[in-house]
């Protein structure tokens, strides 16, 4: 593509052949070659400009950069005042613009950021409409994947998978927006057709992440100033000022006036499905028994959040009924297993806070037994470790502790740290430092009415040991566990 195309939008200095061509664009030094073109960008951690020599000797000789750098003169380079704010620019320009050619819809929320844009995606696919994802796991869209790395990814790959997903025939693209995507300009160049707020809490802040509450919030609301339409939690106090900048506002929740309300909300347990159920008011009707396959209420926000944004284009909560029903999010309280006898969930939980909100979750459907596996990882704060494991003590009839992600610690002594906290909240706890052994262990014991919660791995396919990510599948741990459970 013709540089000064590329360029296009970006206040810039430097003179250039007017045919000057760039083959692609790069921001890490390593991806760099003959005709790329290196962006010295300024991270918290790292500066980019340090390593335009190792992007030269790459073969890079077209450079964009905030200041004089150590490159050979047969290199070009563009100054421009800051490469954050180009970088989204220039990328857009190189790869058509698709997020102009798709219907995008932005979620952002301290949480529920991962299940809200999976139940989108479910409903919109169920009726036709194909849709991209981007977020937390990944990007997916029809029969293909992606890894991304950050929840919002940089805005090259962002722009790079809009358009792939649309050469492939998406007409929707669903994302997760985190503050610190919008504070690093990822999203910048991409017009929002529908914005969502589930929510905001004391997150992310300190270290190389936001300053302070207040910044973390500012952020999070510039995704409003950048959208047609607003969705918004109207449980959450910050709702009304979070959209103050957006042309059309829509709200959900269980509050009296919100434009899709939760009624006669109920736990649910068929032996097929283990949720929640809830009746939807919305503009003067009512839809009765809508069911989500996710326990919890925060689970009837998710699925408000995403009843809103479909109905908003066009598709009625009467065809949003099924593919909610059946929607599943990879280790977010992800069902392995419901039947009459009992029940198995994967879950992300790996903290004391999260722990114990999911487990007071699960208590809500009555168990005969909440059985509680879960480890913590190795090299990480001490202090989760006695949260984990008071959280569990107090929580479950029976604590399966065995290890996360050990790395270079020792897995029985991790273990046996977190028992002691298990046993001093009184409850009732037995050590298996191997996970996959602690799995079919905890689904062998299992009678009539209990639940199992997997916890801390949740869509994580690996153990971090000894410093090399090693393959692991807890879902395929699950299944040879239960065929040798059918056999005995």
């Known amino acids: 593509m013709i540089l000064s195309e590329v360029l296009k939008g970006v206040e810039y200095s430097g003179q250039f052949v007017p045919n000057t061509q760039t083959l692609d664009i790069a921001y890490d030094s390593r991806k760099t070659g003959a005709g790329i073109t290196f962006v010295c960008l300024t991270g918290a951690t790292y500066d980019g400009h340090s390593f335009a020599r190792a992007a030269y000797d790459n073969g890079s000789r077209i450079f964009i950069a905030e200041h004089d750098i150590d490159v050979p003169p047969d290199a070009l380079v563009i100054k421009v005042k800051n490469s954050r704010e180009a970088l989204p620019v220039m990328c857009a320009n190189f790869f058509g613009h698709p997020a102009e050619k798709l219907k995008i819809i932005g979620i952002t929320g301290t949480k ?16 036709g409409i194909k849709t991209g994802i981007i977020g937390t796991l990944g990007a997916a869209w029809g029969d293909k994947t992606a890894h991304t790395g950050y929840t919002t990814p940089e805005s090259y790959e962002l722009q790079k998978l809009l358009s792939q997903m649309l050469a492939d025939g998406c007409k929707c693209a669903v994302m997760e927006v985190s503050s610190l995507g919008l504070k690093a300009h990822r999203t910048d160049c991409i017009s929002f057709d529908t914005a969502v707020f589930l929510n905001i809490s004391t997150d992310h802040i300190g270290g190389t992440e936001h300053e302070s509450y207040e910044e973390y919030y500012a952020w999070k609301k510039v995704l409003f100033s950048h959208c047609k339409r607003a969705i918004g939690c109207a449980d959450d106090p910050a709702s009304v000022d979070m959209l103050e900048k957006a042309p059309e506002k829509i709200f959900f929740g269980y ?58 284009m066009g598709i009625s909560l009467e065809s949003q009924r099924k593919a909610l029903r059946t929607a599943r999010v990879s280790g977010r309280t992800e069902p392995v297993e419901v039947n009459d006898d009992f029940a198995i969930f994967i879950d992300y939980a790996h903290n004391g806070t999260s722990l114990e909100n999911l487990l007071k979750t699960m208590r809500a459907y009555k168990p005969k037994r909440l059985i509680c596996l879960f480890g913590c990882v190795g090299g990480r704060a001490q202090v989760r470790r006695k949260e984990m494991g008071t959280a569990a003590g107090r929580l ?25 906290y298990v046993a001093l909240a009184g409850g009732e706890y037995i050590t298996v430092p191997d996970r996959a052994e602690a799995i079919e262990i905890a689904v062998n014991q299992l009678k009539k009415g209990d639940i199992l919660m997997l916890c801390g791995k949740g869509h994580e396919q690996y153990q971090k040991i000894n410093g090399v990510k090693t393959p692991f599948s807890e879902r395929e741990c699950v299944r040879k566990a239960l065929a040798g459970k059918i056999k005995k």
């Open 396 to 420: 479950s009839e029976l604590s399966i502790v065995t290890s996360d992600d050990p790395d270079f610690e020792n897995p029985q002594a991790i273990a046996d740290e977190v028992s002691r």
């Open 112 to 127: 529920g950021k991962t299940t809200t844009a999976h139940l989108v995606k479910a409903v919109l696919d169920a009726n």
């Open 255 to 312: 509050a009296a006036g919100s434009d899709f309300r939760a009624l006669n909300v109920h736990a649910l347990n068929d032996g097929e499905c283990l949720g929640v159920s809830f009746d939807c008011e919305y503009a003067g009707k009512l839809c009765k028994d809508i069911a989500v396959g996710l326990p919890g209420d925060y689970s009837v926000h998710n699925a408000l959040a995403a009843l809103a944004v479909c109905a908003s």
